[in-house]
T-cell receptor, first 115, second 116 residues
Framework: GAGVSQSPSNKVTEKGKDVELRCDPISGHTALYWYRQSLGQGLEFLIYFQGNSAPDKSGLPSDRFSAERTGGSVSTLTIQRTQQEDSAVYLC?????????????FGPGTRLTVL | AQSVTQLGSHVSVSEGALVLLRCNYSSSVPPYLFWYVQYPNQGLQLLLKYTSAATLVKGINGFEAEFKKSETSFHLTKPSAHMSDAAEYFCAVSEGSGGGADGLTFGKGTHLIIQP
């Protein structure tokens, strides 16, 4: 079956512009996660959805970051007024349910470059 | 709070030699532990996970890891390295009390280099 897909695979934008990153989880997976991977910070957890609800948004780096999930499926991560430090690979993962022992299945990521 | 330390940002072994990638964790509750592999320009793939059943966990591609509570370690091993094992390896921890809401906490990663 299809894995986690993300689009676009690459995004180059100018400082100050807004960007939207999309994640399509594996069908039937109720839990969805966003991570950021950068050279300086490694892999950082950003936010988690159980269904359409995100219980804790404190992992988002700043108030320029927001995320939503609709219909218990597709999720979008939006970064407003992008800054150069936002340049990173943004990874999405999904799991069957939100239990901590469940495997998270990762997408290929979106590489964001802010000029 | 949970954390993961991976000793050695780069590890180089000869093809056919033993692979040992080190991971130590810190967790306030019994942890769930994972090893993921990342090939260039790809997402992360699960190698194996520890979920409080057997302490010696076998994974894909001949890898295994042993959970040692007394040493707070979860080192990854493979008896004989293959050229296709060259990749970035990440150790991760998840605390059961978070129910998954805290996500995975990853180590900085270890780049495995296989010498012919």
């Amino acid at each position: 079956g299809a894995g986690v897909s993300q689009s676009p695979s690459n995004k180059v934008t100018e400082k100050g512009k807004d960007v939207e990153l999309r994640c399509d989880p594996i069908s039937g997976h109720t839990a969805l996660y966003w991570y950021r991977q950068s050279l300086g910070q490694g892999l950082e957890f950003l936010i988690y959805f159980q269904g359409n609800s995100a219980p804790d948004k404190s992992g988002l780096p700043s108030d320029r970051f927001s995320a939503e999930r609709t219909g218990g499926s597709v999720s979008t991560l939006t970064i407003q007024r992008t800054q150069q430090e936002d340049s990173a690979v943004y990874l999405c993962a999904s799991s069957l349910e939100s239990a901590a022992y469940n495997e998270q299945f990762f997408g290929p990521g979106t590489r964001l470059t802010v000029l | 709070a949970q954390s993961v330390t991976q000793l050695g940002s780069h590890v180089s072994v000869s093809e056919g030699a033993l692979v040992l990638l080190r991971c130590n964790y810190s967790s306030s509750v019994p942890p769930y532990l994972f090893w993921y592999v990342q090939y260039p320009n790809q997402g992360l793939q699960l190698l194996l996970k520890y979920t409080s059943a057997a302490t010696l966990v076998k994974g894909i591609n001949g890898f295994e890891a042993e959970f040692k509570k007394s040493e707070t370690s979860f080192h990854l091993t493979k008896p004989s390295a293959h050229m296709s094992d060259a990749a970035e390896y990440f150790c991760a921890v998840s605390e059961g009390s978070g129910g998954g809401a805290d996500g995975l906490t990853f180590g900085k990663g270890t780049h495995l280099i296989i010498q012919p």
